[in-house]
């Protein structure tokens, strides 16, 4: 064998390397870029949308829907988190109660997003203290109060039966 047939057929074997990976690796990743270039030029043209929509825009895609009501003053502050944690919502407000009373509608399967929503909106409302709910401190603090109150009875119930020298068991 010559050295220019080994060489040939060394590149070859190269060659036929180079496009054994390009298939194997670089073909799969290319689809997947291609697949997600696709899903989000389908979101730039009206496709699924996140945040508030009207309660029809909302049943078009065909997904079960879930339902919140919503008692706060402050629906923008709502609003704003539920569009932080991505989640398609509809807000229908209930104009005869007074104070007037909103439902929160959002997708069933944005449920686990729609809780983060509610449990950091709620955290601000009670940061904020409009929420009717005392802070966790103040409540400790108040049973805290009550544990000594409790505690102090009990030791003084204890005293006078032992006065009396009654036995405790």
Not at 88 to 103: V, Y
Not at 115 to 142: C, D, Q, R, Y
Request: aromatic share 6%; proline share 3%.
């Amino acid at each position: 064998m010559s050295v220019q047939d080994y060489l040939i057929s060394q590149e070859t074997k190269a060659l036929k390397q180079v496009a054994e990976f390009a298939i194997t690796k670089a073909l799969p990743t290319m689809l997947d870029v291609c697949k997600g270039m696709a899903a989000w030029l389908s979101g730039q043209q009206g496709g699924k949308k996140e945040g508030q929509q009207t309660l029809e825009q909302l049943t078009q895609y065909g997904d079960k829907l879930a339902e919140i009501p919503l008692n706060s003053e402050s629906i923008k502050a709502f609003t704003h988190t539920a569009r932080k944690h991505g989640v398609s919502f509809a807000l229908e407000q209930d104009g005869n109660k007074t104070p007037p009373k909103h439902t929160v509608y959002f997708k069933a399967k944005d449920t686990e997003a729609m809780t983060a929503a509610f449990k950091e909106h709620l955290s601000n409302e009670i940061g904020k203290g409009k929420t009717k709910e005392k802070p966790f401190k103040e409540m400790l603090n108040v049973a805290k109060d009550k544990a000594k109150a409790h505690n102090q009875e009990t030791t003084a119930d204890k005293d006078k039966a032992t006065k009396r020298g009654v036995d405790e068991r």
